[in-house]
């Protein structure tokens, strides 16, 4: 099914595809959808089997139990499905992995004495870190249009331009338990206290600095898939930059 990320593919069931956009890579804060790691959707009667693939063989086994065991989760509980199946492919821990979710083990089940505990904290990490990032595109997006940075410590979420950045603020705020009416605070700290005006440039400049590695990682990930699996160039990987790195992504996806 290697068709483009983000496209659902002929054949595949509209609310088990929409399902599967809720699942994120947890570092990279995109849906697996649109990072084209689905790799198969099948369905036969009320089971659906979905397969998934990641970029390289070694991808930290936490990230990839969240993405297959919420995958099943979301799958499982579109209307009509009666059984669900999600296999990771190609990944040295696709038998654990596998077997864990299947099962219901969780994390510390799937990797006795490795685990000490689930990845609750370590989801919530990563949503704080992707709720800095979008609070810093809107940010960015008000100071364009006048802003000045110290008047950004009073601003609202009513204040915020309309768009798809306060789209994802906003759910991260509601992901994070953190208050996301019109009349609260735009930025705030990952406790949901406001920001202050003398600490808001260097709160600022470091969201900044998350939101990049951020889009970074998603565009080293998009490119590595691409030259594991032989699919198309993906949208946002510059083709100088990949051909010239061709040599080292193809020895780190194996």
């Known amino acids: ?13 509209a609310g088990v595809w929409a399902a599967l956009g809720t699942v994120r890579d947890p570092e990279l804060d995109a849906p697996v959808t649109d990072l084209g790691f689905v790799a198969g959707v099948t369905r036969e009667a009320g089971v659906v089997t979905v397969e998934l693939r990641l970029p390289t063989y070694f991808c930290a086994p936490n990230f990839a139990y969240l993405m297959v065991a919420d995958a099943y989760d979301a799958v499982a509980a579109v209307p009509g499905v009666t059984g669900t199946v999600v296999v990771l492919l190609d990944h ?94 735009l930025l705030v700290q990952d406790d949901g206290t406001p920001i202050d005006r003398l600490d808001l440039p260097v709160q600022l400049r470091f969201a900044r600095t998350t939101r990049i590695s951020i889009e970074g990682n998603s565009g080293l990930c998009r490119g590595l898939l691409s030259v594991r699996y032989g699919l198309d160039r993906p949208q946002g990987v510059d083709q100088t930059a990949r051909t010239g790195q061709r040599t080292g992504l193809e020895q780190a996806a194996g």
């Open 92 to 185: 040295f821990a696709s038998d654990e992995i596998n077997a864990g979710v299947a099962g219901g083990r969780g994390f510390a089940g799937a990797f006795p004495g490795l685990a000490d505990d689930e990845l609750e904290e370590l989801r919530t990490t990563f949503r704080r870190k992707a709720h800095r990032a979008c609070q810093e595109q809107v940010a960015a997006r008000l100071l364009a249009a006048g802003w000045q940075v110290p008047a950004l410590a009073d601003a609202t979420l009513a204040d915020a331009l309309p768009g798809m950045e306060l789209d994802r603020l906003r759910r991260r705020r509601t992901e994070l338990g953190l208050p996301a009416g019109p009349g609260d605070p």
């Open 1 to 13: 099914m290697d068709t483009a990320a983000g496209v659902r593919p002929a054949g595949v069931d």
